[in-house]
């Protein structure tokens, strides 16, 4: 693997960190207004489920694509292109006057995420040395949760006051941070100009089913991910119907959740550094996925929106500090010109549970309340998690035993001495 040689190069750990938060921010500002914005016109689950599953299915079919492209293609050009490209998107969105069109551009908003999201993940671990990587992802990690945290916030706000087509606008203006990091980060991979250790070289045939511990990560997260997916589904219902809040109290509440990940990335990136052991860090990753599960159970009892957000904001720190440990299990263990692939590999996984989610949740909001459907998500949550710890253990052992060093062999014995 490599990273950065001599010192880490923190001002391109700044710059793409906050290039990720803005455009994130971008993000999460336009699917929240959509999502209020079809919420208030009376549509019901199969439409939030059918937007949702349009910024979401070009990250998961693309991912053979936008993982090679990644690795092979030099990362300037593809922050610049991919940054343009979603900002005219964006544009376009404001003013689409067909739902069938609005479906359309945001499915092309998201094929411009699912070629940055690798880039940028990949693009990190070369910054720095590998000491100061969990402190640079959770750095990069926070910049996201950042903007994931204001954009529902401020989409609650811009949509009661000035209607859609103002939090559009701002987001395609989010997307300008994208080119700037293309122009002035000075770290580059891909392309002509390859990572420094990795010059003409060809790219390893890495396969994730290779690796027991990296499939079992990759396999529970996914597993998790489905099973609770649907309340990004249920939740503006349970939020603004059951518990009769405002917009903006509905950006606050989702806001939550992710001010957590940020707490839960700082709090979890020394607790990474020092796990020294792969196996360590999926077996601690599987329990803070549990957390999260637990987290949604208890969301289902409350009485008032208010009490979701000390709640959720703990689920958020599980989440972060989840985060955290998968993004270092992922850059140790991938060879440096594969990342691109490997990061694409994951993030197609998460979003494919996902989408089953989204899917579900709107199918079944057809047929339930909210409530009871957010609690029947927390307990299949957490059976997953408990059916995850046998296989989870096994890969651990397996990798171990990999690791170990086979016995040296016992010289053969000296022939007899003829007399």
Do not use: H, K
């Not at 690798?118 to 990690?141: K, T």
């Not at 990940?261 to 020092?274: H, K, M, Q, S, T």
């Amino acid at each position: 693997m490599s990273f950065a040689s001599g010192s880490s190069r923190w001002p391109d750990v700044w710059l793409a960190a906050t290039a990720r938060g803005i455009s994130t921010c971008g993000n999460f500002l336009v699917a929240s207004a959509l999502t209020l914005a079809l919420q208030s016109a009376g549509a019901g689950g199969l439409a939030v489920s059918g937007l949702l599953l349009a910024a979401t299915l070009p990250l998961v079919a693309l991912a053979p694509l936008t993982g090679r492209l990644a690795d092979r293609v030099d990362s300037r050009v593809l922050l610049i292109a991919a940054g343009a490209g979603q900002g005219m998107t964006c544009v376009a969105l404001a003013y689409a006057p067909d739902p069938m069109l609005v479906i359309a551009l945001v499915a092309l908003l998201a094929v411009g995420l699912a070629v940055t999201q690798p880039a940028i993940s990949a693009l990190v671990p070369v910054m720095v040395r590998p000491e100061d990587l969990p402190r640079a992802g959770a750095l990069n990690q926070t910049a996201g949760t950042l903007g994931a945290l204001a954009g529902p916030a401020l989409a609650g706000l811009l949509v009661g006051q000035f209607g859609t087509r103002a939090p559009l606008l701002l987001g395609a203006l989010s997307y300008l941070s994208l080119v700037a990091a293309g122009l002035f980060v000075r770290t580059r991979r891909g392309g002509r100009r390859a990572t420094v250790g990795t010059a003409a070289a060809v790219a390893p045939p890495w396969r994730l089913r290779r690796d027991p511990l990296l499939t079992a990560m990759v396999g529970s997260v996914a597993a998790v991910i489905g099973a609770v997916g649907a309340v990004n589904v249920i939740e503006v219902f349970f939020i603004r119907e059951t518990l009769g809040s405002s917009t903006t109290m509905y950006g606050l509440v989702t806001g939550s959740w992710t001010l957590g990940v940020v707490i839960g990335a700082w709090l979890f990136a020394p607790v990474a550094r020092r796990l020294a052991d792969d196996g360590a860090l999926l077996g601690a990753g599987l329990v803070l996925l549990g957390g999260c599960c637990v987290a949604v159970l208890a969301s289902a009892a409350v009485p008032s929106a208010s009490l979701l957000v000390p709640i959720w904001l703990l689920g958020g720190v599980g989440n972060g500090g989840d985060n955290v440990f998968n993004n270092l299990l992922l850059a140790r263990r991938v060879p440096e010109a594969a990342r691109g692939r490997a990061f694409a590999a994951f993030g197609a996984a998460a979003q494919g549970a996902a989408m089953g989610g989204y899917l579900v949740g709107g199918l079944l909001l057809e047929l339930a309340g909210p409530r009871p459907l957010i609690a029947g998500c927390g307990v299949v949550g957490l059976l997953a998690v408990v059916a995850l710890v046998w296989p989870v253990r096994r890969a651990v052992r397996a990798d171990r035993a990999a690791a170990r060093p086979a016995p040296a062999a016992e010289p053969a014995p000296a022939p007899a001495a003829s007399g």
